[in-house]
């Protein structure tokens, strides 16, 4: 159970293009969802927090009019890079709590999305 | 400033052996502290969680350990197989009110047959 599907796995596109990417809870329901960004060799780390139904949270330094974040479903998050640049290339990876969860649960993560701009 | 740190060194060790791997941490105080495995171009797995207040937490071959004196996780793989060969993440969890994890930057452990 508690599986995470991201989607799409890889991305590669020019510069100056928007980029979506889906972030879906498949059998349960998540209240939360995070999004995360990973250079090679190194931590994940997190982006914005996503709720239902209400706006995303984002960390200090993360653009809020370039990392656009919807949640509109429990099942459902979607991050969309516009205007991309190659600085942006990055593997980014979201995660969702399930709903009702508690502090000192495990985040469930999806298998990422490698984004590459040329 | 607040740190969390693992070795940035791979660990190498012949199958069979325990793999011990540190996670040591400043001037944060979680409440868990989660451990997770990244298999390369893949999302973070949910390994083992403890908390604040547990000395040690087992399953199966894997052994963490918390000491919120030294402020330090010990991950231990008794028995390691090349299957084990990964990187091991863990995650400070209940800094704040929030449910955000923040993510150590891993360290990884290639076990040779």
């Known amino acids: 159970g508690a599986v995470v599907s991201q989607h799409p796995s890889r991305v590669i596109c020019k510069s100056g293009t928007s980029v979506k990417i889906e972030c879906r809870s498949l059998d349960f329901q998540a209240t939360t969802m995070f999004w995360y960004r990973q250079f090679p060799k190194q931590s994940l780390m997190l ?69 590459s701009i040329l | 400033s607040q740190k969390i740190e693992q070795n940035s060194e791979a660990l190498n060790i012949q199958e069979g052996k325990t793999a011990t791997l540190t996670c040591n941490y400043t001037n944060y105080s979680p409440a868990y502290l989660q451990w997770y495995r990244q298999d390369p171009g893949r999302g973070p797995v949910f390994l083992l969680l403890i908390r604040e207040n547990e000395k040690e937490k087992r399953k199966e071959r894997l052994k963490v350990t918390f000491d919120t004196t030294l402020k330090q996780s010990l991950f231990h793989i008794t028995a390691s197989q090349p299957a084990d060969s990964a990187t091991y993440l863990c995650a400070l969890d209940g800094v704040d009110s929030s449910y955000k994890l923040i993510f150590g930057s891993g360290t990884r452990l290639l076990v040779r047959p």
Do not use: W
Request: hydrophobic share 30%.
């Open chain 1, 47 to 115: 982006m914005a927090t996503s709720n239902e139904g209400s706006k995303a949270t984002y960390e200090q330094g993360v653009e809020k009019d370039k990392f656009l974040i919807n949640h509109a479903s429990l099942t459902l998050s979607t991050l969309t890079v516009t205007s991309a640049h190659p600085e942006d290339s990055s593997f980014y990876i979201c995660s969702a709590r399930e709903e009702g969860a508690v502090l000192g649960q495990p985040q469930h993560f999806g298998d990422g999305t490698r984004l």
